[in-house]
Nanobody, 126 residues
Framework: EVQLVESGGGLVQAGGSLRLSCAAS????????IGWFRQAPGKARRGVAC????????NYADSVRGRFAISSDNAKNTVSLQMNSLSPDDTAVYFC???????????????????WGQGTQVTVSS
């Protein structure tokens, strides 16, 4: 059974940092792309960053490029999202998602991903 469990969310002041983790199980980690998405109240779920665990190729949404960094620890089957210079606009529930992929990943569509975690809340105060 595929499982994705997010952790690391919380409350932080604007300008601060948080590190989210996505612990994966139930599949061959290196054959999968893992993406981070976020959903603010009343808004659509949007891609933030993704990584292919085998090739380590990454993609980022323009809104977070240069502030967020995604990484994969294949020994621990974990993908992390380091978030720096946070602003209130980053407030959302953050989800990780997974899909079996050959070498790349995308943040452009939620439909690309087959498996989803339950999400973790990130709140940035002004």
């Amino acid at each position: 059974e595929v499982q994705l469990v997010e952790s690391g969310g919380g409350l932080v002041q604007a300008g601060g940092s948080l590190r989210l983790s996505c612990a994966a199980s139930g599949f061959t980690f290196g054959d999968y792309a893992i993406g981070w998405f976020r959903q603010a109240p009343g808004k659509a779920r949007r891609g933030v960053a993704c990584i292919h665990s085998g090739t380590r190729r990454t993609n980022y949404a323009d809104s977070v490029r240069g502030r967020f960094a995604i990484s994969s620890d294949n020994a621990k089957n974990t993908v992390s999202l380091q978030m720096n210079s946070l602003s209130p606009d980053d407030t959302a529930v953050y989800f990780c998602a997974a899909v079996r992929a050959s070498e790349d990943c995308t943040v452009r569509s939620t439909f690309y991903y087959d498996y989803w975690g339950q999400g973790t809340q990130v709140t940035v105060s002004s």
